[in-house]
């Protein structure tokens, strides 16, 4: 066997794992979002509308904050925050371990090692007084 064999299937692997967390969790996740009343306007931190209930989908590397109005009630907001996952720690640890550098700092920057939370959203809005 040749001494170099090692370290060029070490390579080949590497060459393959990049990402793993982006891959396998994807840098998105779907949030489901409710109101009361329901059939409020969802408005996201990218500027994405929904109307309640609705399951929308995020971007997993920043916070997201939900704005909620609906004629006759007081608007009311919702914060979705990230924070690294045990799956996302994971498939970092992964790509660490077996030499995918630059996978990890893939998914570092894609979100994938991220969670958000919380992962169901209800307001209950507050009637406007006449």
């Known amino acids: 066997m040749n001494p170099k064999t090692p370290i060029v299937l070490t390579l080949i ?13 994807g840098t998105t996740q779907e949030i489901s979002v409710d109101s009361t009343p329901q059939g409020s306007r969802v408005e996201t931190t990218d500027g994405a509308t929904y109307t309640t209930p609705a399951a929308i989908k995020l971007k997993r590397n920043i916070s997201h904050t939900l704005n909620f109005e609906k004629a006759g009630y007081e608007p009311a907001k919702a914060v979705v925050t990230p924070s690294i996952s045990s799956g996302g720690a994971a498939g970092m640890a992964g790509n660490i371990l077996f030499g995918g550098i630059i996978g990890g700092a893939v998914d570092a920057g894609s979100g994938a090692m991220y969670d958000l939370t919380p992962t169901r959203v209800h307001v209950v809005m507050k009637e406007l007084t006449q």
């Open 13 to 25: 692997v590497a060459a393959f794992l990049p990402g793993c967390a982006t891959i396998t969790r």
